[in-house]
């Protein structure tokens, strides 16, 4: 299925935002000019053999957590620039587990400066109390620099750790961090903690966290899936990035971590199908679609949104019965998803670092919610027909 018709044309956006990856040493010759100075910076930092570059290489390069038992040692900072898609474009900085900020080669200034965020990776199956007194010089050196820098902990390596044990982990470390920088007279500062692990998916939705952060739009996004989801009887909806596997942003109901692991398996299950069938190098594209019927009443309905762009949604059986409906509103929600997409490449353009023009995103609102009140109109049939068409 393709969407050829004229409003509907089959990548809805620009050809040059293709992924491209490259670190320091091997910088890719056929990367677009890179606008990294405008793209926010995430850092990652911890003590040596915390886990730093595995879960970069798991969350970024699809490697498989066996490999990163041969990971070796980082010695300088690996700078990525992750141009998955277009709302997931930033910079990933790691840096070596012995980096000291008293080095006069550390420049501060420079490296907090442009950080959106700070992911500070901590080993729980290691003793933490040196982890904990880097945190706390970093967080003290980073946010005299920077005060606006998200600060998010890792408590990570949490694979085979009973939950009570993470969850008295995490209180620990929460109230010791608080109690630190209390110390320092520093008891404003937010942190956000996660319990990761590169083992199962605790790492992609901690990351989808961080990466949200630093979405302007998220507060837009979230509303169109709020406006898309109860016009077709679904449950829950995710907008996944399909490279990384990272959601930018969901429904504002609670998230449920199950519901997110089948939802990131099932992303896996249509690209390898789409490998297999296609000879094709990418063959997920705009006009992929995959339906997933569970023994409990439940569907999965993964809809492409453009070639690095997926929606996945839960629902109710009994409310597929509708897909006329579902399919039509999933056509209003891609549209306007590409504005918003339009709006911030032209406000980047524009002035890289001013905050997005809230009326514009109203309007969005306004438009996705007169062409799904249409829907309501018509009854089931003339709206399959109707969707047939577009589709
Ligand atoms: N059990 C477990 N092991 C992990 C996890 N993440 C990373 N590791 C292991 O931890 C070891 C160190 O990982 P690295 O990613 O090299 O650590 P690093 O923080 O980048 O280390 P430096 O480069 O020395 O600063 C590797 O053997 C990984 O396989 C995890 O979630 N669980």
């Known amino acids: ?69 041969f990971l070796e040692s980082t010695s300088k900072i690996v700078k990525d620039d992750i141009n998955n898609s277009s709302f997931v474009q930033f910079q990933i900085w790691d840096f070596p587990g012995q980096i000291d900020f008293i080095e006069p080669t550390f420049d501060s200034d420079m490296i907090f400066g442009g950080c959106g965020a700070l992911v500070f990776v901590i080993d729980a199956k290691d003793d933490y109390n040196e982890a904990l007194t880097k945190f706390k010089n970093t967080v003290i ?17 949490v694979d085979g750790i009973s939950d009570d044990s993470k969850m008295e982990s995490q209180r620990d470390i929460h109230q010791r961090t608080s109690d630190d920088l209390s110390e320092a007279g520093l008891n404003k500062i937010h942190l956000s903690f996660h319990l990761t692990s590169i083992y199962d998916h605790s790492i992609f939705e901690a990351f989808s966290k961080v990466v949200q952060k630093l979405i302007s739009q998220l507060p837009t996004l979230e509303n169109l899936l709020n406006i898309f989801i109860p016009n077709s009887g679904i449950e829950k909806a995710f907008l996944f990035d399909v490279v990384s596997k990272i959601y930018i942003a969901t429904d504002s109901s609670p998230v449920d971590m199950q519901a997110y692991e089948l939802c990131c398996d099932m992303i896996d299950m249509v690209i390898d199908l789409s490998s297999i069938y296609s000879s094709e190098e990418t063959a997920f594209d705009s006009g992929s679609s995959s339906l997933i019927k569970l023994n409990n009443n439940t569907i999965l309905y993964l809809r492409e949104v453009n070639k690095f762009l997926a929606l996945v949604c839960i629902l109710r059986e009994e409310n597929f019965n509708r897909q006329g409906v579902i399919d039509y509103n999933f056509i209003c929600f891609r549209d306007a998803i590409s504005q918003v997409f339009e709006l911030r490449m032209k406000s980047q353009k524009l002035a890289p670092l001013q905050e997005h023009n809230e009326q514009d995103d109203h309007d969005l609102e306004d438009n996705l919610v007169m062409a799904m009140g249409r829907t309501h109109l018509e009854d089931d049939n003339s709206m399959m027909s109707r969707t047939q068409k577009l589709t």
């Open 1 to 69: 299925m393709s969407y050829e018709d004229d409003d509907y044309p089959v990548d809805t956006f620009p050809k040059e935002y293709e992924y491209t990856a490259y670190d320091q040493d091997g910088l890719d010759v056929n990367a677009l000019p890179s606008n990294s100075e405008t793209k926010p910076r995430i850092l990652l930092m911890g003590l040596r053999r915390s886990g730093k570059s595995s879960i970069q290489k798991v969350v970024f390069h699809k490697m498989s957590p066996n490999e990163t038992l």
């Open 141 to 157: 050196k980073a946010y005299k620099v920077n005060p606006n820098i998200k600060f998010e902990v890792f408590i990570h390596k």
